[in-house]
C-alpha cells in the first residue's frame, strides 16, 4: 500500500551557465523564491566565500569556507570558480506524520564548481539552496581522479555573524546526550564549544538558528565563537583526533540557517526536513504514531528496580496491568524497561552484558504480547545498550526479529554511558554510523524507533519515517533524581526554539504527582495544567503519558491527556518570547479539531489568543483545562480547574496561566450557525 504521496507542484529548471574561453565573474548571487534573502559566494585572493543577507540587512558576513585533511593540503583557499548552475525548485510533499502533513519545498539553487588553479588542481562544489525562511550549503567533492580517500581534520566552515546576537546555547560533548539546560548569554560570552541547533535572537528583532540537516556517515557539527561574532564549525572527533573519514564521491551534510522575523516562525520552518531525501520506506502503513505508558517512572522514583529482585518492575502480571490501563485509555502502547538480562549489577559499566533476546524469567514475553494483541494494545520493546554497541550490533538482526514476531512495533533504545564501545562519542562519524545502522535494520523488520541519548537528530524522519521520536534533551525524566532541583518553570519556554528545531522530542510529560520519594527537593517544577498543554507544546509522535497509572485514575486533568491526538494536520504559534512564554495551536489530522497549549515560565501573565485558526463558519465548543485561580507550580500545583465555553473564530480567549503555569484546550465543532 501506498500511504503518501510526493506532489509534485513545480519542475526543477536549471540554467547551466559555463564561460570556458573567458574567466567567470568570481562572485554570484542567489535569491530565496520571495527575493528577500540574497546569499553570495566569491573568491577573495584564491579563498572561497560566503556571506547572507535579510531585507537587504546583512545577516552573515563573509564566511570562509573549506577543509583541512591529514597528509592532504588545505582545500578552499587556491580556487577559482570555474563554472555555476542555478535552478529553482517547487513541490509539495505530503508526511506520513508530523506537526504538518503537507509540506512546502520550494527554493532557488547554486551550485559552485571550484577548482585550484594549481598543484594538484583538486575540484569541488558548493550548492547553496534558499529558501524564503532561510538557506542551507553542502560540499560536495566528486572526483576520484585528484581525491580518493579522505581524512577531514576541519571543516573550515565559519557563519560571522552581523552583530553579537543573544543566543541560547548548550555546551558540546561536555555534558553528556544534550541533556543541559540552555543559557542565554551574548555570543562574546560563550565560552566553550556549543552543540546546534544555536537559535539566535538579534538587535533588531530577528531570530536566526544554525543547525545541519541530512547527518549522514560524518561528524555531528558543534560551533565555538573565534570572536563576538564569528562562529566556526567543530565537528565531533573520533577518538583518534580525526573528524570525518570518506571516500569519494563524497557530499557533508547540509548546513542549515533560518532566519525569521518571530520565534513562531522558527516551529513552522520545515527548512530542515526539506533539506533530507524522500523517503526510502515506501510502505508506511505500519507506522502509527500514537501515546503511551511504561514501567519507567516507577524505576526513576525507586518503586520498582530495572534488575531481578523483590521490585522488579518488569513482571508479567505488572505488564498486564499496565495494558489494561493503555487499553482503557487511548493509549497505543506500553514501554517496558528492565525486561531483558544484563540490568543486575552496574549496568552502566557492564553494557556488554545486556542480552536483547532473554527476558528475565519473570517477563513472560509471549503471554505478554498475546495479550496486548487481545486488548487491541502493543508492547513497546526496549534496547537499553550502556553504550556498548558492537554488543548491540550482534545481536541487532535477532533482537528485531524476536520483536518482529512477537508483534513489537516500536521500540525504545538508550545509550546510557559518556562513550560508546568506551572509547567513541556519541555524535562522532561512529555513534552516526551507529545510530544508522540501527534505523534502518528497524526498518526492515517494521518497527519504530524512539532513541534515548542519541546524536543530535537533523530531519531524517522525512528519509526514514520508522525513526519517530527521540531523546538529546534534558527531559522530565530530570524531575525524579536530578540534584539541582529539577527543571526549572522557563526550561519548556526554551526547548521547542533549540533543540525542539532539530526534530521531534521525547520529553516524557504528564506528571499529576508533584511528591518525590527519591529527591524531595527535587520536583517537576510545573502546574498540572502545564503538563497538559505540554502535549500540545513539545512535539513527538509517539507521546508518553509518564506518571503512574494510579496517579491518573479518577483525575479530570487525565480526559486531555486520553483525547489529545500525537499526529497533525497543521501548526502554527500564535504567540511566544523564548525563554518567557509559547502558545501553540494544531489541527489533529483525523478530525477538524483544534488543541491549543499555553505555556509560562516562573511569571504568571495574562494572553490573549485570537481564535482566527478557526473555521469562520462554525461554532466550536471549547473544553478548557487550565490552572486553577490558586494555581502556583511551587506552592499549588494541582490547583486546576475545567469549564467549557461556546467560541467562534471572530473571538478572543484570555488565557490567565498561573506562575510555573499553563492552559490546555481543545476546541470542537458544534454545529453550523
Ligand atoms: C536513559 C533514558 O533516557 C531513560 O528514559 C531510561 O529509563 C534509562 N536510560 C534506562 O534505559
Ligand atoms: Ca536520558
Known amino acids: 500500500m501506498k500511504a503518501f504521496n510526493i506532489a509534485l507542484t513545480g519542475l526543477i529548471l536549471f540554467i547551466i551557465t559555463s564561460c570556458r574561453l573567458n574567466p567567470l565573474p568570481q562572485k554570484y548571487t542567489v535569491l530565496s523564491p520571495d527575493g528577500k534573502i540574497h546569499i553570495s559566494v566569491e573568491i577573495i585572493k584564491g579563498q572561497v566565500f560566503y556571506s547572507a543577507s535579510k531585507d537587504s540587512m546583512p545577516i552573515i558576513d563573509k564566511s570562509r569556507l573549506g577543509f583541512e585533511f591529514k597528509n592532504m593540503a588545505p582545500l578552499g583557499n587556491k580556487v577559482s570558480i570555474m563554472n555555476i548552475e542555478s535552478g529553482t525548485f517547487n513541490e509539495t510533499w505530503e508526511q506520513p506524520w508530523g506537526e504538518r502533513r503537507l509540506v512546502e519545498n520550494r527554493y532557488d539553487e547554486l551550485t559552485v564548481f571550484l577548482r585550484e588553479r594549481n598543484g594538484l588542481k583538486r575540484s569541488f562544489n558548493i550548492i547553496f539552496r534558499v529558501f524564503n525562511d532561510g538557506f542551507g550549503f553542502r560540499y560536495e567533492i566528486p572526483g576520484r581522479e585528484t581525491i580518493d580517500s579522505l581524512v577531514i581534520m576541519k571543516e573550515m566552515t565559519e557563519f560571522v555573524m552581523a552583530g553579537n546576537h543573544y543566543a541560547w546555547s548548550i555546551p558540546a560533548c561536555k555534558d553528556r546526550f544534550y541533556e543541559s539546560l540552555y543559557r542565554k548569554s551574548l555570543l562574546s560570552e560563550i565560552s566553550d564549544t556549543v552543540c546546534t541547533p544555536l537559535t539566535m535572537e538579534t538587535a533588531r528583532g530577528s531570530y536566526i538558528a544554525i543547525h545541519e540537516a541530512n547527518l549522514t556517515d560524518y561528524a555531528a557539527m558543534n560551533l565555538y565563537c573565534i570572536d563576538s561574532s564569528t562562529l566556526a564549525c567543530d565537528l565531533t572527533p573520533w577518538s583518534t583526533g580525526e573528524k570525518v573519514m570518506g571516500k569519494t564521491p563524497f557530499v557533508t551534510p547540509w548546513r542549515t540557517v533560518i532566519i525569521t522575523d518571530s520565534p513562531g516562525e522558527l516551529i513552522t520552518s520545515y527548512l530542515i526536513l526539506n533539506l533530507n531525501e524522500p523517503s526510502k520506506i515506501h510502505d508506511v502503513s505500519w507506522i502509527k504514531p500514537g501515546k503511551y505508558v511504561g514501567i519507567w517512572w516507577g524505576m526513576h522514583l525507586g518503586l520498582y528496580t530495572w534488575s531481578q529482585g523483590p521490585r522488579h518492575g518488569a513482571t508479567t502480571s505488572n505488564t498486564k496491568k499496565y495494558i489494561d490501563f493503555a487499553a482503557a485509555n487511548n493509549m497505543s502502547g506500553v514501554l517496558v524497561e528492565g525486561w531483558n538480562r544484563g540490568w543486575d549489577g552496574d549496568w552502566t559499566q557492564h553494557g556488554d552484558s545486556f542480552s536483547f533476546t532473554e527476558p528475565y524469567p519473570d517477563f513472560d514475553i509471549e503471554e505478554i504480547t498475546r495479550y496486548a494483541a487481545e486488548k487491541e494494545t502493543r508492547l513497546i520493546g526496549h534496547h537499553e545498550t550502556g553504550g556498548a554497541v558492537t554488543n548491540y550490533e550482534n545481536q541487532l538482526e535477532e533482537a528485531f526479529r524476536l520483536y518482529q514476531k512477537s508483534g513489537v512495533n516500536a521500540v525504545k533504545t538508550g545509550y546510557v554511558n559518556s562513550l560508546l564501545d568506551n572509547k567513541e ?249
Open 425 to 673: 562519542r556519541h555524535s562522532s562519524q561512529y555513534g552516526v554510523r551507529h545510530y544508522r545502522k540501527v534505523i534502518e535494520t528497524a526498518a526492515r523488520y517494521h518497527i519504530m524507533v524512539d532513541i534515548h541519548e542519541p546524536v543530535m537528530p537533523t530531519g531524517l524522519q522525512r528519509t526514514y519515517p520508522n525513526l519517530m521520536t527521540q531523546e538529546g534533551v534534558r527531559g522530565q525524566e530530570w524531575d525524579a533524581w536530578s540534584t539541582d532541583g529539577g527543571n526549572p518553570p522557563d526550561h519548556t519556554t526554551i526547548i521547542p526554539f533549540t533543540r525542539g528545531l532539530a526534530g521531534p522530542m521525547d520529553f516524557t510529560p504528564g506528571t499529576f504527582n508533584f511528591s518525590n520519594p527519591v529527591q524531595p527537593g527535587t520536583r517537576v517544577q510545573t502546574t498540572l495544567a502545564k503538563q497538559l498543554a505540554l502535549y500540545v507544546v513539545l512535539y513527538s509522535p509517539l507521546q508518553m503519558a509518564s506518571d503512574l497509572p494510579e496517579n491518573y485514575i479518577n483525575n479530570k486533568a487525565f480526559d486531555f491527556i486520553r483525547m489529545v491526538p500525537a499526529d497533525w494536520e497543521e501548526t502554527r504559534i500564535p504567540d511566544a518570547r523564548i525563554g518567557d512564554y509559547v502558545i501553540t495551536a494544531r489541527k489533529d489530522r483525523n478530525s477538524e479539531d483544534w488543541y491549543v497549549g499555553a505555556i509560562t515560565d516562573e511569571n504568571q501573565r495574562e494572553i490573549m489568543l485570537d481564535l482566527s485558526f478557526l473555521l469562520p463558519d462554525k461554532n466550536y465548543l471549547a473544553l478548557i483545562f487550565k490552572d486553577g485561580k490558586l494555581a502556583d507550580w511551587k506552592d499549588n500545583p494541582t490547583d486546576f480547574n475545567y469549564s467549557e465555553q461556546r467560541v467562534n473564530s471572530s473571538q478572543q480567549l484570555l488565557l490567565k496561566l498561573a506562575s510555573g503555569g499553563g492552559q490546555a484546550i481543545r476546541f470542537t465543532i458544534l454545529s453550523s450557525p
